[in-house]
């Protein structure tokens, strides 16, 4: 099964149709796509930070980041499966950020996305990343990681 692995700058694009690129990634989350979608055991942490963001900024207001905040948990629980951060993958972020002018999470969720694709390699031809940040993908794309450039 293909699988597709979601950083925080692409994920919050299905909660918020106004960013650009919100159609895409809605569309690769309908499960009649057939996608396993992975996201790392930080990003709740983003999103939650990216709403507030949009709070703050006067394009939500607090009902409608509440709203949007309950309907991410509802998919977290039943549509992501979540990647764990170990040891290896902390050791890997920091060395993709010697590489790479990424931001740390970035780089964390750069090395999860990795790991997943190193896991599912005997599974599957099909996993890449998705984000919208242009140096995250770069560097995904310099470790040999399929792309998908949304935004």
């Known amino acids: 099964m293909p699988a597709i692995f979601f950083d925080t700058s692409a994920l919050v694009k299905r909660y918020d ?28 942490v983003e999103v939650a930070s990216a709403l507030n963001r949009k709070l703050r900024e006067g394009r939500f207001n607090a009902a409608r980041r509440d709203q949007l905040w309950q309907l991410f948990r509802g998919h977290w629980r039943d549509h992501y499966r979540t990647v764990a951060i170990d040891e290896d993958i902390w050791t890997h972020a920091q060395q993709l950020l010697f590489l790479y002018a990424l931001r740390a999470y970035d780089a964390i969720q750069l090395a999860s996305a990795l790991r997943v694709a190193a896991v599912l390699a005997d599974l599957t031809t099909d996993v890449r990343l998705c984000t919208a940040d242009r140096a995250q993908a770069e560097a995904a794309a310099g470790e040999g990681l399929s792309v998908e450039l949304v935004g």
């Open 17 to 44: 149709p106004a960013e650009a690129g919100a159609d895409r990634v809605q569309d690769l989350c309908r499960r009649a796509q057939g996608w396993t979608l992975l996201i790392a055991r930080i990003t709740p």
